[in-house]
C-alpha cells in the first residue's frame, strides 16, 4: 500500500441499531481509508464447537469494498468463547495465582493444545474465507499477545526441558544460577520444582525469557498458517504493545518485540498517551522509534486514542498534532481504537472517534481534516525513510533482571531509567533508534548509544561495547551497567564488569544517598537539580576525567560521572541517579562529542523538529509545538514548501506554530 | 406499644459471672423498658444437632416480665454453630475469594437447603416457646442479614435460571448486555460461565441484583414463619444496616431495603456515626429518613451506639442529643448495643452502656436522665408524624452500576453523591423523604426531588421524572443521571437520556477537570469552593437557563450547571462535581422556586430544626445544637411549651441551647 | 573458649570459583579466629534421598584447623532440597494463605514426621562427622527457627489436644475464651474448628502462644540430638532474631525466647541496625541486653552486618563502634553475615564483608584494626560481668494480645511501646535487663522495673508485681497494663485489673486523644513534646498523686500520669501515649526514686557509656559517641587506662571522642 492509511477499529457486532451505511458514510467523511475488524469477537463468528457464522464480516467486507475503505482482518484468538471453557476449562492459563477464571479477554494458556487447535480452525475457516476478498489488504495475527503468565505444570515440564536443553547438566545449571544457596539445588532433572516460588532471581529470570519465548513461537505460529492464505499485496502484521503504566510507557516485559517481529511482515503498535496539558508526544516518539527499529522500517499505528479517557479527550488542535507526529516518526497508518464508543462492557469510558450518541462532536470534526490532509499529501509523506546517528539500547532482560533486584525503595524501574535517557534526547530532538542485545551488529552505524542500566549482559555484547568505543563509538552508560552476566550472576571480578576498560573507572560498593548532591554544582543547574536519589557507585577513576564528584562527609572522595577517552572513542558513565537537567546536560556533552550537535538542537522542547526522506528524495521537516502557548521559530534549512498550507518557505524566515500546532516543510 | 420504646441489646450468655438480678435492678434505674436477646447465640441453643436448650432464654423472659421491661426476640440464625460446619462445611458461602471459613458471623450460603433446614427448625423451636410469653412484644428476624457474597455453583444455577426467564433467549440477553464485546457472547444456555470473574458491567451488576433478591427472599421466608407464631399486638422487624464507611454512611449495596421491608410490620434500624468533635446528626438524620420511608410510618432504632469505640465515647449531653434526635426523625424505639462491655472476643472494644467494670460510669448515667424524659413524655412524643415536601431519590442500582463504572480516580462513589446532596438539605433543615425507583407513584407528594446520579434507569422512571416536571414538580439531577438503561446499556441517544428533554441540555462528550473553576463564581462562594473536581459534562444548552459555564480555555464554550423550565415544573442539572458550597447555592434555588424556602431556613446547621404532628394533633419542634458552642435563636412559631423543662414559649422568645442542647417545643 | 571470637558465616559452597586459600589469608589478615558453616546447604550435603557428601564440610573444616580458626558447625534443616519437596509436598507448611510453595527457606512443617525423620538423619551424618575435628569449638541448632505459620490439619488437631489437656472439658474453654459470642461455642471436642479463621482474640492468640512452644519444642529436640554428639568443651547454641522491621526491632513475635533457650548452653543471637546517619547503638544494646537476659550469662552474636545493604554500608568507623559496641553489652562474639557477597539470589543486595569482587575494600581494612584491637585485648574484655539495677518485663502474650486487640490506627505496636520506654533508658545510659513473666522470681533483684503495655497477665503475676512494689520496688507501667487475664478477657473489676491497688487509680472508660495536651505542660517540655496520642485512659486517682492532667474542654477532669507510694515502693502509671520527652521525664522521676541517678546519666546519649567486670574483677567502661561531630566529657571515676591506646586516664581527665569514635577504660 503505497499510500498513508487512516483507519478506525470497527465493531459491527457491538453496534445497538444497524448502522452500517451511516458508519461508512460518516468514515468517508473522514477520509477514512481503512477499518480493522474480526480480532475481538471469536464467539460471534464460532456461536458453538464448530459451528461458524461469519456473515458480519462478509457484509462488512462488501460494503467496505464498495465504498473503497480497506480492511484488515484479524484473527479471533485473543478472546475465547464461552463454550471452549465450558468443555476445556484448563485452556484458562493456570498463574500463581491460581487457576483462570473465565471473564476477561487474554486469560488462556496459549500452549494449551486445546486452545491451539480451536485457534488453527478459526483462523483456518476466517482467512481462507477471506482472502481473496479485494477489500482486504493485510491481516494482524492476534491482539497484543502475552505470556498470561501462563506457569501450570505443562508450562514447567517445557521449561525444564528448555534448562536441559541450555545447560545439559544439572551441575551446569547449579552452577550458573548459583542454586546451592539455601539450599536450592536440583541434582536430578526429576526434582526440578516449579519456579512459580522461586526466589533465585537467576531462575526466575530465565523463566521470564521462557515466557517471552512462548509469545515469539506463538506469533511465529499463527504467522506460518496466516500465510499459507496470504495473497499477493497483503501482509501480516501484529498490534504490539508497551510496558502499561494507565499510557504506554516504556519496553515491554512479557515480549521480545525484536524477536516476536521477526515473523512479520509489517510491524504494528498501539500506542497511548497522556493528553490534554500532559500531551508531551514523548510517547508518539519512543512507540514510534521502537516500532520503527523492530524491522527498520515504515510500521503501523494499529491503535490510538481518538477521544478516550475522561482525561485524554484533546483539546483543539490535538488530534491533529499527534496524528502528524505518527507520521514524522515513521508511521504509514494511524488507526483510531475505534470508531464508536462502546455502550456496555468494560471499556465503555475508553471513547472511540463517536461518543455514545454516534453522531458527529468536535473531535470528530478534527478528524476529518485529517483524513482531508492525509490524502491530499499521501505521496510526500508515505514511506518516510530516516537515519539516525544516535540509537538508544534496550533489553527485556535488564528489565527483567531489575524487577528481581530492585532499586532501593522500589519506585525507579528499568524502563523509569529508559525514558530518563531517552526524553531528554527527544527534548533535545535527536532522533534516535532502539537497538537491542541481539542487534549488536548494527552498533557500528550510529555515532553515539546511549546504554541506560544495562543490568545483565553476556561477554559478548560489552565486548561488542567496548570494541565499538574503541572504534570511535560514543557510549553514555548509567549506573548498572555491566553489573551481571546473562544469567544475572554477578560477575565476580572489578565492576562496571568489563565495560569497566572502556569507562576507566571501578568501584566495589554501591550505598543509597540520603542528602547528597554533585560537588560544586558542576553542570551549573538549579539547587534542587543538583542533588541525587536513590542510587550511588563509589566510583574511582582510573584513566577517566572525572565530571562530578559527591558532595557528602564520607563518600566525597569518590566520582559520581566520568568520561573516558578509549581508543578513538568515548565511554561517559553516570554512577548514580541524577535529575532530569543534569542527564540533559551529560547527554549533550556527548552528543557533542559525537559531533551530532545541530541546528534542530537549538530549538528544544515544546518545539520538536522531526526529519526524514520522502519518496521524493526531498528532506521533509516536521515541526510540532507540544503547549499551550504559540511559538515561533527561524527556519534554518534550504527552501522549502510548508505541505499544509502550500506556502513557500524561505531560508530564514520566521514560522508560527499556533498552541498545539502543526508545520511540515518540504525542503526542495 | 403506643409508648416510646428505650432499650439494650441484652447477652445474659456473654456475662462473666451471674448478673441478671443486678442487671435488671441498673436497667431500671435507667428507665430502659426494652430489651433483645437470642439473635446471636445458635450454638448456646442449640449445643448438639437437634439438641435444643433455651434456658437462657426463659430465665431473662421471666425475670424482665418480673420486672416489667419488654423483650424482643430475634431468630439466631446470623451466625451458625460449630457442629453444623463440621458436618456440612458446604453451608459457607462459597464467595469470589474461595470457599468460606468458619470463625466470623454472617458467612454462610443462605440459599443452602441445610441451612434452610437447620433454621427452620431453630426458629420454630424458639418462637413457638416465647410467644405466648407476655414479655414479648415482637419478634426480629435474623440480623442486619446480607448475601455475604454467596456465588458458588448453587448460586450460579439459579443466577442462570433468573436469566432465561426474564430474557427467554440468549441473543436477547447477549444483545441487552452486549456480550459480543471480547467473546463473551453466550450462545446456549448451557455455556453460561460463573459471573464472578466477568468484566462485563451489565451482567455483573444483574448479578448483583439478584443477589439483593437472594435478600429479600429470604427475610421474606422467615418472616411467613414467624408470622405463624405471631400474636396480636406482636410485630416482625428487621435490622436493616447501611453501607459501613466506619459508620452507618449511606444507601446499603447488597440489600434492598424498599423491597426486603415489604415483608416485616415495623421497619427497624441500626446507626452508628461519629461523635464527640465530629458529631453533626447527618447520619441520624439520613438513616431516620430512609428506614422511615421504607414503610411511611415510625420505626425501630435497633441499635445504636453507647460508648462504642474510644473515639466515640460520648461527649457529656450527647447521649441525650442523639437520642431525641432520633425521636426527632420519627423512632419510636432508641435500643443501644448493647448493655455490657464483652469481655472476649470481637467487638471487646465496641463497648455498651456499661463498661467492662459493669458498674455506673458517666455515659449510664447520662442514659438515666434520658430514661426519665422518655417515661415522662411519652404520650407527647411518640408515634411523630412527618409530611415532608422534598424527596431524596436513591436506588440500589445506581449505586451498583457506579461501582462497576467507576468516576475517575475511584474515591467519590455513589454514595458520596448522595450524601452531597443530603447533607445539604439537612444543614438548611430541609426535611425529606427518600424515595426509590420502584415507589415513582408517590413523586407527585413532593415539591421538590434531588435526583443524584441516576447513572442506571429504565425509560418509565425517567419518563415519570419527566412528568412530575412537567406536572410541576421540581428536579435537581447531578451529573450521570440519566445516561444508561437499565441493563447499564449507554443510550445510543443524546445525552443525558430522555430527561434532556426536562433539562433543556444536551451533551457528547464529558472530561476529567484539572484546574477548573465556574466562571466569574456565579454563586459566589470562597474562591477555593468555586473550583470543581473528578467530573464534567460538556453541556451544551438547548432551552435551559445557564447558572454556570466552567471557566477553561478550551471547554470555557461549555455549561456546568443549568435550570430549564419545563412545563409548569423546573428540572435543574449540576454537570460537574462542585463544592459543598455550590451543591448548597443551586439547591437553595430549587427549594426557592419549590416554595419550599420557610422560616426554619433561617436557622442553619449547627442548629437542627425537626417537627412533626403528635398523638394529640400538636405540632412539636425539636431544636438541636451541634455544636461545642452555646447558641440562642428566636423561636418564630406560635405560643408553645418547651417540654423538657415544662416552660412556657411565647413567639419571639429568645431560646437559649446548651452546647449539644436540644429543646422540644410543642406548639399549643 | 575463654578469649573473644571475631567471626564470619563462611559458605565455600557459594563460591564462584575456588578460593579458600585465599580467602583464609584474608581472614587471618582480618583477625577473624571464627567461622560458622553448613546451616543453609542441606542440598549440597544430600543431594540425593540418602546420599551424603560433606565433601565441602571436611575440606574447610581441615584448612580452618590448620589457619587456627574455629569453627561452629550448623545443622542444615531450615531450608530443605528439592528432592524431599517432589517426594512428600506435604513438607510444606499449610498456612493461613493455602498450601506452601518451593522456593525459600523455612517454609516447611516443622511438626511433620517426614521432615523430622529426614532432619534428624542428616544432622545425625553431620555432627558424628565433625564432632571430633578439633576446628570444632560447637554447634548451631538450625537457624532463626519460628513456625512459619504452620496450621494445617496435623497442627489443628495437635492444638485441639493442646486445649483438652489445658481446660478439661469444652465448657472450661467456652467460659474462658467466650465462645458463646457469635455462637463460636464448641459443644464437643470433634466439633472444633480450625482457628485459622478465628474472630476471638482469645482463642487466635492461645493458637500463637501453641504455634511457639512448636519453636521451643523443635529446638529442645534438635539440641537433645547434637548433644548426643557434643564433646566436652563443646557448646550448643541458636541463633535468635527479633521481630523485622528491616532490621531487629523488638521482641519476637513467634518464638518463646526465654523458653525456647533453655535448652542451650549459649545464648545466639543475631542483630541488624540502621546505619550511616542513623546508626544509634538502640538496637544492639537492645539485643544485646535481651540475649544476654535469656540465660543470665555472655552471649554470642552470630550475624551482624558488615556491608550489607546500600544504605547501611558504614562510615568510616561505624564497624569499630559497632563491634565494641557488642562486646559492652556483654557479648564474647562478633560475627559478620557474611563473609562475601553473594553472586547469585536473594541475597546479591545483602553484602559480606568481602564485596562482589572479593577483594579489600573499606570496610574490610577497618575490620582488620577490630581484629587485631579483639586479639590483643580478648583477656581484658571477654566474659564481661554485668549486674543492673533496671529491667524491662516484656512478654510475647502482651505482644500477640495487642496485635488481636490493635491500638486506634493499627500503627502503634506493642513493641513500639517496648521501644518507647526502652530507648529512653538507652539514652540515659541506664543499663538494664529484660525480664520475662515467667521469671517474675528474679523481680527482686532490681531496683525498677519497667512494664510497657502489659496486656494480658494471670493475676500471679499482677500479684508479684504488686509485692515487689509493697517491698520498696519501683514499676513504671504504660497504658493497657493489666487490662485483661491470661485469656485475654478483660477482667470484670475496676481497671487497671489488680495493680489498681499499687497504681493508687482507676478507670472505666478510654478514648482516642484528638488534639489532647498534658494540662500546664507539667515536665517542661517543647509544646509539640506535651501532646498526647493514640491512646488516653479516663483516670481517676484514689491514692496516687496525679503528675499530669489532660487538657481537654471535657475530659480535664481526669489524670493521664500519676505515681503512688504503695508499701515501700512507688507505682508509676502513664494512661496515654506521651512524646518520647515526656516518657523520659516521667522514667527520669523514677529513677531517681529508685536511687539509681548517677553520674553516667550526667551523660547522654549520643554519648552512651556501658560497663561491666571483667574476668581481672576490675570496672570495664566503654564510651561511645554515637553521632557525627567529635565529643568530649570528663571523666568522673577513679584512675583508669584507656585500653585501645593504653593511656592512663586519672579522673577529672577530659576524654575526647571522635565522631563515631569508641573509648574503653579500665579502671585499676
Redesign the interface.
Known amino acids: 500500500m503505497n499510500k498513508l492509511l487512516y483507519g478506525v477499529a470497527y465493531?459491527d457486532?457491538?453496534m445497538?441499531?444497524e448502522r452500517l451505511s451511516t458508519d461508512i458514510e460518516m468514515m468517508k467523511a473522514a477520509g477514512i481509508n481503512l477499518i480493522r475488524i474480526a480480532e475481538?469477537?471469536?464467539?460471534?463468528h464460532e456461536?458453538?464447537n464448530g459451528v461458524f457464522d461469519f456473515s458480519s464480516v462478509d457484509r462488512v467486507l462488501d460494503a467496505m469494498h464498495e465504498a473503497g475503505i480497506h480492511v484488515i482482518v484479524g484473527t479471533?484468538t485473543y478472546?475465547?468463547?464461552?463454550?471452549m471453557?465450558?468443555e476445556h476449562p484448563d485452556v484458562l492459563a493456570e498463574t500463581p495465582d491460581g487457576p483462570g477464571?473465565?471473564?476477561?479477554?487474554q486469560i488462556m494458556d496459549i500452549t494449551h493444545p486445546s486452545y491451539l487447535f480451536y485457534s488453527e480452525r478459526i483462523i483456518r475457516k476466517l482467512i481462507s474465507r477471506v482472502c481473496d476478498h479485494p477489500a482486504v489488504i493485510g491481516y494482524q495475527v492476534d491482539n497484543e499477545t502475552k505470556h498470561y503468565r501462563t506457569s501450570g505444570p505443562n508450562v514447567q515440564l517445557q521449561f525444564v526441558k528448555h534448562m536441559r536443553e541450555q545447560f545439559g547438566t544439572v551441575e551446569q545449571l547449579n552452577e550458573a544460577?548459583?542454586?546451592?544457596?539455601?539450599?536450592?539445588?536440583?541434582?536430578?532433572w526429576?526434582?526440578?520444582?516449579?519456579?512459580?516460588?522461586?526466589?533465585?532471581?537467576?531462575l526466575g529470570a530465565a523463566f521470564a525469557k521462557f515466557q517471552r519465548k512462548l509469545v515469539t513461537d506463538f506469533l511465529a505460529w499463527q504467522t506460518a498458517i496466516v500465510n499459507e492464505y496470504k495473497r499477493p499485496g497483503q501482509f501480516v502484521t501484529h498490534n504490539f504493545d508497551f510496558e502499561w503504566r494507565g499510557y504506554s510507557f516504556g519496553v515491554q516485559p512479557d515480549v521480545d518485540h525484536y524477536e516476536a517481529a521477526k515473523a512479520l511482515d509489517i510491524a504494528g503498535v498501539d500506542i497511548y498517551h497522556p493528553s490534554?496539558?500532559d500531551l508531551t508526544g514523548k510517547e508518539i516518539s519512543f512507540g514510534g522509534d521502537s516500532t520503527r527499529s523492530l524491522k527498520g522500517s515504515n510500521y503501523f499505528v494499529l491503535e490510538t486514542q481518538a477521544?478516550a479517557?475522561?482525561?485524554w479527550?484533546p483539546?483543539?488542535g490535538q488530534l491533529r498534532l499527534q496524528a502528524f507526529s505518527h507520521l514524522a516518526s515513521g508511521a504509514n497508518m494511524v488507526e483510531y481504537w475505534h470508531w464508536h464508543?462502546?455502550?456496555?462492557?468494560?471499556?465503555?469510558?475508553w471513547k472511540g472517534l463517536l461518543?455514545?450518541?454516534?453522531?458527529p462532536?468536535?473531535?470528530y470534526d478534527e478528524a476529518k481534516t485529517i483524513g482531508r490532509d492525509f490524502a491530499r499529501l499521501s505521496d510526500k509523506l508515505v514511506n518516510l525513510k530516516k537515519k539516525n546517528r544516535a540509537a538508544v539500547l534496550v533489553s527485556n532482560e535488564a528489565l527483567t533482571s531489575l524487577d528481581w533486584?530492585k532499586l532501593?525503595g522500589g519506585e525507579v524501574r528499568y524502563n523509569d531509567i529508559v525514558r530518563l535517557v531517552y526524553d531528554r534526547l527527544y527534548e533535545m530532538n535527536i532522533g534516535c533508534d532502539i537497538v537491542y542485545p541481539s542487534s549488536s551488529d548494527q552498533f557500528g552505524s550510529y555515532d553515539l548509544i546511549v546504554v541506560p542500566a544495562l543490568y545483565t549482559a553476556s561477554d559478548e555484547l560489552l565486548n561488542a561495547l567496548n570494541e565499538y568505543v574503541e572504534n570511535g563509538g560514543h557510549v553514555v552508560y548509567t549506573f548498572k551497567s555491566g553489573f551481571?552476566n546473562e544469567?544475572?550472576?554477578?560477575?565476580?571480578?572489578?565492576?562496571p564488569g568489563l565495560i569497566e576498560k572502556a569507562c576507566g573507572i571501578t568501584y566495589?560498593?554501591?550505598?543509597?544517598p540520603?542528602k547528597v548532591s554533585l560537588k560544586g554544582n558542576p553542570f551549573d543547574v538549579k539547587a534542587s537539580d543538583n542533588n541525587i536519589s536513590v542510587?550511588m557507585e563509589l566510583l574511582t577513576p582510573t584513566t577517566a576525567e572525572v565530571l562530578a564528584w559527591y558532595e557528602h562527609?564520607?563518600w566525597g572522595r569518590y566520582a559520581a560521572i566520568t568520561a573516558n577517552r578509549y581508543g578513538k572513542g568515548m565511554a561517559t558513565y553516570i554512577g548514580c541517579l541524577p535529575s532530569e537537567a543534569v542527564v540533559r546536560k551529560v547527554l549533550e556533552g556527548a552528543i557533542r562529542e559525537a559531533g551530532i550537535w545541530g541546528v534542530d538542537q537549538e530549538l528544544q522542547f515544546p518545539i520538536i523538529v522531526k526529519s526524514g526522506v520522502n519518496e521524493q528524495g526531498n528532506k521533509v521537516r516536521y515541526y510540532f509545538n507540544y503547549s499551550?502557548e504559540p511559538r515561533s521559530f527561524v527556519y534554518p534549512y534550504g527552501n522549502g514548501v510548508e505541505l499544509l498550507t502550500d506556502r513557500e518557505i524561505p531560508l530564514g524566515e520566521t514560522i508560527e506554530l499556533e498552541r498545539w500546532g502543526v508545520v511540515i516543510v518540504e525542503e526542495q
Not at 477464571?101 to 479477554?105: E, F, S, T
Not at 544460577?177 to 536430578?188: A, E, T, V
Request: proline share 11%; no cysteine.
Open positions: 465493531y457486532e457491538y445497538p441499531y475481538s469477537t471469536w464467539s460471534t456461536p458453538q479471533p478472546a475465547i468463547p464461552t463454550w471453557v465450558k477464571r473465565y471473564g476477561a479477554r544460577y548459583g542454586l546451592d544457596y539455601w539450599s536450592n539445588r536440583i541434582n536430578s526429576e526434582d526440578f520444582p516449579s519456579v512459580v516460588g522461586t526466589i533465585n532471581g537467576s490534554q496539558d477521544q479517557f475522561p482525561n479527550t483539546y483543539p464508543s462502546i455502550h456496555n462492557s468494560f471499556e465503555t469510558y461518543s455514545h450518541d454516534m453522531g462532536n468536535p473531535t533486584f532501593p551481571s544469567h544475572i550472576k554477578v560477575r565476580p571480578s572489578a565492576q566495589s560498593q554501591f550505598v543509597e540520603g542510587w562527609p564520607h499551550e
